[in-house]
Structure formats: structure tokens, C-alpha cells
């Protein structure tokens, strides 16, 4: 049985991590921004036996980082991800019109999200068997991905893959793993159904290069079919 811990767990692709892994026979400590806004992921955990549960955490809030760290004190985590994500929406983060204050939101929620939790969370995967961290990131962030991006929010993911990589050298002499992931252009809230893939199968191949990822791959940008990603 291994251990995950997911963000962002409510909706999307975290919460289709949070199924398949409980389905597996994982113990899935799934977080949320809101728990009262979590109704199928509380439908989960009720029919899980114990497997998984849900708490609360907000990622751009370091307070309540600390507090879900400090509830889940001993608590030993094999797979930590960083799903968490937010998307301000692509008209008003244009050369034209940017959202200055969304620009910060996102970039707290993505950027400095994932920096936090690993800092707050950072006993818990030591104390973990595997000591793998997956954050999720996106192909917006590579210079070669050239269709039109959002600026801020791929400014966040680029951020964030560099934040990994470096994080990956750091820790590297623990034994931890530290992974940046594109999971697939995914049909959720955030990308709409003109996207590419259904959610089940981006968190199907998400878990797979999660389960092969060895420390060979710390510091790579991975895709959820287990390709590097060029960036
Ligand atoms: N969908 C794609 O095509 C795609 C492509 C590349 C990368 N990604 C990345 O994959 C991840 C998951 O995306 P998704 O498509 O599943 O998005 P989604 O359906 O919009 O779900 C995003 C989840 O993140 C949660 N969240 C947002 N802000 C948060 C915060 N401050 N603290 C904790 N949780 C927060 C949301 O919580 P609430 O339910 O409370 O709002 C929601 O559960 C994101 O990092 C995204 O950038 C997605």
C-alpha cells in the first residue's frame, strides 16, 4: 500500500487521481480548498473503508499549509502531488489586457503553492518509502510549445518547472524525487471539452509514470505518457 497525498483534490484531475488511487488500495489523504465544496470527493471517502480522507487546505494560504501539515504530524507520505491549479481565463491575460491581480493569484496558487506544501510537507515524504514529488505542471510552459498561451498562467507553470528542477537537485542527496508533469491536455473545468483526453485516462497515466518514476527522472518535465517533455 502506498501512501498519496493530493491537492486540489475536489475536481479535475486530482480528483480522479484521489478515485483511482483509493481504488487501487492506496491510502489517499486528498485536500481541498473547501471540504463543504467537495460533495463527491466526501462520497469517496465515506465509501472508501478509511482509505481516504479529506481535509482542508488551501494552497496560496501558507497558514492553512501549515495547519493540514501539522494535523497530518507522523503521518508518513509516499507520493505527495501538486494538483492544485487555477486558470483566470485567457481573455484577461493577453499582451492587451492583463489581470495584474489574477497574475498574482495564480502565481501563489501554482507557483509558490507547490513550494510551500513541499516545505511544510517535506517530513512527511521523508518519512515516506518511495519520497516521490509529482507537481503538476503544463506543456504551456516549454519555449517550444507555439500556439498562444496565456500569459500569466503559463508564466506560473514555467515557474513552477523551474522551482522543481531546482528543488530536484537540492534534494536529491535524500533520495527524493522531484517531478514536473504536463498530465495531457485534459477536459475539465480549467480546459473546457474541446481539450484532448477525459480525465480517467490523464490520471491513469499520471499514476503509471508515477509508479516507474525512479530518481534517474528528478528534474525531468515528464508528460503523463512517460516522455520527457521538451522545454
Ligand atoms: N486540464 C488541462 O488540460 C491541464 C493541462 C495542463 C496542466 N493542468 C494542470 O493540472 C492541474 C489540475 O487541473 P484540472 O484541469 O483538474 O483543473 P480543475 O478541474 O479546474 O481543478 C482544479 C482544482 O484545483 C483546486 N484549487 C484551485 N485553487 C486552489 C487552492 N488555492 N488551494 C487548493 N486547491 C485549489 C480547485 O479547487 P475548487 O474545487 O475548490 O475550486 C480544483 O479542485 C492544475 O495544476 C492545472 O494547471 C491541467
Request: net charge negative; aromatic share 8%; with cysteine.
Amino acid at each position: 500500500m502506498t501512501t498519496i497525498l493530493i491537492t486540489g483534490a475536489a475536481r479535475g484531475i486530482g480528483f480522479q487521481l484521489a478515485k483511482q488511487y483509493a481504488q487501487q488500495g492506496d491510502r489517499v489523504y486528498a485536500t481541498v480548498r473547501d471540504p463543504d465544496h467537495a460533495g463527491p470527493l466526501q462520497a469517496l471517502a465515506a465509501d472508501s473503508g478509511g482509505m481516504l480522507s479529506v481535509h482542508a487546505m488551501d494552497v496560496g494560504d501558507p497558514a492553512a499549509v501549515t495547519a493540514c501539515a501539522e494535523s497530518l504530524a507522523g503521518v508518513a507520505i509516499d507520493v505527495l502531488i501538486n494538483n492544485a491549479g487555477i486558470f483566470g481565463g485567457l481573455d484577461t491575460q493577453t499582451f492587451q489586457n492583463m489581470d495584474y491581480d489574477n497574475w498574482s493569484h495564480e502565481f501563489n496558487v501554482m507557483a509558490m503553492g507547490p513550494f510551500r506544501v513541499i516545505q511544510a510537507f517535506l517530513p512527511h515524504v521523508q518519512a515516506g518509502a518511495d519520497k516521490k514529488i509529482v507537481t503538476l505542471s503544463s506543456q504551456v510552459a516549454a519555449h517550444v510549445y507555439d500556439h498562444v498561451i496565456g500569459y500569466s498562467y503559463a508564466s506560473c507553470k514555467a515557474a513552477v518547472n523551474r522551482l522543481m528542477t531546482a528543488l530536484a537537485t537540492e534534494l536529491k542527496d535524500q533520495d527524493i524525487i522531484v517531478v514536473p508533469m504536463h498530465p495531457g491536455w485534459v477536459k475539465t473545468e480549467m480546459a473546457g471539452d474541446v481539450a484532448d483526453i477525459e480525465p480517467e485516462e490523464s490520471a491513469r497515466g499520471c499514476r503509471e509514470v508515477i509508479a516507474a518514476m525512479t530518481l534517474a527522472d528528478s528534474g525531468t518535465f515528464l508528460k503523463w505518457t512517460g516522455d520527457i517533455h521538451p522545454w
